[in-house]
């Protein structure tokens, strides 16, 4: 069972639709940001990024393009609201780094939320057989798993490819003790499954990134804004086969510190991978035309 759920990054990758699963950012990078939220505040940060995020704009070449690309194709904007919303798609990319960060240093109540449809967690950890969210590279899903966890949920495990680069990691870790969830990292031996079972088992929550693949991997094909589109099978299969219900959940930001999550009617039936893709492609629909600006899927997706 092959699936893919990577780390946020903006991808410069090896083509326009390749994507190889690895954040693009240097230590370097991590260390100024760091620095300047501890010692100068989150505001000052924001104030940054504005210079950094439009450097990105002028010479990230492939990433730059596959978003205009998308927006003036798949969404249907002009030229000129496509060139504004991916100036603006990176600066608040850069802002969901930033906020990652301070939610590590502990600077929880410099933010705050709305959860649409909180009760439907509420309601999965109360039937006792843990709950697998589906989720997608659009807000930001780590800050989200920090709101989450302890409001509805003691334990929260995110499914992914463990492959940012190791200084970084280190880096990060050392200096704020690390994300505050579990991670199940996806290996060969497929013993991320057995660590899903197990915190299902424990009555926790999953969350898996369900909207990129890697080349060479199983897919599911799809329609998605029109077009044909390939998502992970792997994060399919796993909701079909598990006794526990689904959900499709989102975090975007609808402000300077405020994030909008939202949760979708669990599936507590057994349904095909292919039938759990298709609900999960119209929802994705529903939230990349409500937050354009917020999807961070750096490459082309229907390549």
């Known amino acids: 069972m092959n699936h893919q759920v990577g780390s946020s990054g903006i991808q410069d990758a090896r083509s326009d639709r390749d994507w190889d699963g690895k954040t693009k950012g240097t230590l370097a990078g991590y260390k100024i940001f760091f620095f300047f939220i501890k010692f100068l505040g989150i505001d000052f940060a924001y104030r940054l990024l504005r210079v950094v995020t439009y450097y990105y704009y002028l010479f990230a070449a492939k990433p730059k393009r596959s978003l205009l690309d998308f927006y003036q194709n798949s969404l249907q904007f002009s030229l000129s609201e496509a060139r504004k919303l991916t100036r603006r798609n990176f600066y608040i990319f850069g802002q969901t780094l930033v906020d990652r960060t301070a939610f590590l240093l502990g600077y929880d109540k410099a933010f705050s939320h709305f959860f649409e449809n909180e009760q439907y967690l509420i309601d999965i950890r109360d039937r006792g057989k843990g709950g697998i969210l589906l989720s997608a590279h659009l807000g930001n899903w780590e800050t989200a798993g920090n709101l989450l966890k302890g409001r509805i949920t003691p334990t929260i495990n995110i499914v992914m490819l463990d492959a940012e680069v190791e200084s970084i990691k280190k880096f990060m870790d050392s200096s704020t003790g690390g994300s505050r969830f579990k991670i199940i990292a996806i290996k060969n031996d497929l013993s991320h499954v057995i660590a899903i079972r197990n915190a299902l088992l424990n009555n926790e929550f999953v969350a898996i990134h369900a909207d990129r693949y890697l080349e060479g991997s199983r897919y599911i094909e799809l329609d998605f804004l029109g077009k044909k589109a390939k998502l992970p099978y792997g994060p399919f299969v796993i909701a079909s086969k598990f006794d526990s219900p689904v959900t499709f959940v989102f975090a975007a930001k609808d402000g300077a510190r405020s994030y909008h999550l939202s949760a979708t009617l669990p599936i507590t039936e057994k349904m095909k991978p292919e039938q759990i893709a298709t609900?999960?492609?119209?929802?994705?629909?529903?939230?990349?035309?409500?937050?354009?600006?917020?999807w961070f899927n750096y490459f082309n997706f229907f390549k």
Request: charged share 40%; net charge neutral.
């Open 279 to 294: 609900l999960y492609a119209a929802e994705l629909e529903k939230k990349v035309r409500q937050y354009p600006e917020q």
